[in-house]
């Protein structure tokens, strides 16, 4: 059987970006990905521009497609109190369905291979691995990357701690059409139990996406009742759903968000992505922490690789260390802010004080972000 340099599970945009990357350098990489290209996702599709460099460097190019360029963010309280801001680094606005489509092209580009199936296990023995698909395939690699997201079977099978704890958040995301939107914006809207995020995307669609505790959720019982009777409590929510049209014909929905701790690395799968750790949605930066994790990983494996100095447990240490120090302080300051949002009185004082002081919440942005460098 051949043996790849490095299988990747998952082909979301950590993988996919760990994919092109290593293929640059001619090793052999599969990527194994559940479901064919292009596909929506459960995202508030909004990404940092602090990625644009790398993506540049990996000759992802952004040329043909319209995205947005965003440069403001409104955030309200459920109740309406409102304070707008620039953000340091902006972002692109720009569909999952474009992103991860395009970095597929040019990962085929690249030469890398593609396996459309569900990786069911990963098997680490006499320094080899073998990946089992859902299809009965196998695959044996070198090194395997777990790009998977932010929950799957495969956590099960590792017995990877975080899973045992359940999780009580739901993730939906539709687009919708509203021309009065502005192409530049940002909102992060609360409401009681959760909070959603409000920008346009390549197509002109409005994506709005939210993240729901089940506890509001469940007394509402449907989609359209919580839109109703919940996310509608705020007032600019229910001013964009009453003048919006829905595209989808259903919005998408994803289960047990969790944003519990995870580790780097498992029986020695280099965990990259939200398979290694999630922001809260509400920073805005998982899509970026996600492609600087696989930034990390290349340029740890490359010099283990090229200096001819590959040893396992080094390459394991030196990855989690980086993973760390890059992320560790972003995550924290992402649960701090939730916690206060999601807290009535801590969120009515945070936003009496940003309202009176608006140049603290970029200042508070930039520590759940990184910076626009290679
Ligand atoms: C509600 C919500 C809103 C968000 N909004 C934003 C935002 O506005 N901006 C931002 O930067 N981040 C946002 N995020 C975070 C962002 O979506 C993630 O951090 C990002 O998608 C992580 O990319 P990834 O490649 O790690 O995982 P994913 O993009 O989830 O990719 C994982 C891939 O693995 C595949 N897969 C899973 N299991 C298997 C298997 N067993 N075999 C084969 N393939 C498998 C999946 O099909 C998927 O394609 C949001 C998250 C949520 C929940």
Not at 65 to 81: A, D
Not at 117 to 146: C, M, N, P, W
Not at 254 to 263: D, E, G, L, N, P
Not at 281 to 307: D, R, V
Request: aromatic share 10%; hydrophobic share 40%; glycine share 8%.
């Amino acid at each position: 059987m051949n043996c790849y340099d490095v299988i990747i599970v998952g082909g979301g945009l950590a993988g996919l970006t760990a994919a092109i990357d290593l293929s640059q350098k001619s090793y052999s990489i599969l990527v194994i990905e559940k479901k064919k290209y292009p596909h929506h996702k459960v995202c508030g599709e909004y990404v940092s521009n602090e990625v644009l460099p790398y993506m540049n460097s990996l000759g992802v190019s952004f040329a043909g497609i319209q995205t947005k360029s965003i440069k403001t963010l409104l955030l309200s309280s459920s109740k309406g109190k409102s304070v707008q801001t620039e953000l340091p680094l902006g972002g692109l606005g720009i569909s999952r369905f474009a992103f991860d489509h395009l970095l597929y092209k040019r990962a085929l580009e690249m030469g890398v291979d593609f396996r459309f199936d569900r990786a069911l296990a990963i098997d680490y023995q006499e320094d080899v691995f073998e990946v089992r698909t859902e299809k009965d395939e196998k695959f044996s690699g070198h090194l395997v990357i777990g790009a998977y997201g932010k929950r799957s079977v495969l956590d099960k099978n590792l017995k990877r701690a975080f899973i045992y704890n359940k999780s009580s958040w739901l993730g939906v995301k539709a687009h919708y059409k509203n021309d009065d939107f502005p192409d530049d914006l940002v909102a992060l809207h609360n409401f009681n139990g959760g909070y959603g995020g409000l920008s346009k995307t390549e197509t002109g669609a409005i994506n709005f996406c939210y993240l729901a505790s089940y506890k509001s959720f469940q007394k509402e019982k449907s989609i359209e009742n919580f839109n109703t009777n919940v996310i509608a409590q705020n007032p600019f929510l229910r001013e964009f759903l009453q003048k919006s049209k829905p595209i989808f014909k259903e919005p998408l929905t994803i289960a047990q968000v969790s944003f519990y701790r995870k580790t780097a690395v498992e029986d020695h799968i280099l965990m990259c992505g939200d398979t290694a750790g999630l922001i809260h949605p509400l920073c805005g930066n998982g899509m970026a922490m996600a492609i600087k994790s696989a930034q990390i990983f290349s340029e740890i494996f490359l010099e283990a690789f090229q200096t001819n100095d590959f040893e396992r447990d080094k390459l394991e240490e030196k990855y989690r260390n980086k993973w760390e120090s890059e992320f560790g302080e972003r995550l924290k300051t992402g649960r701090l802010i939730q916690r206060i949002l999601l807290n009535p009185y801590a969120s009515k004082i945070g936003f009496t004080m940003a309202r009176a002081l608006p140049s603290l919440v970029p200042k508070i942005i930039k520590k759940t972000h990184g910076t626009k460098s290679l």
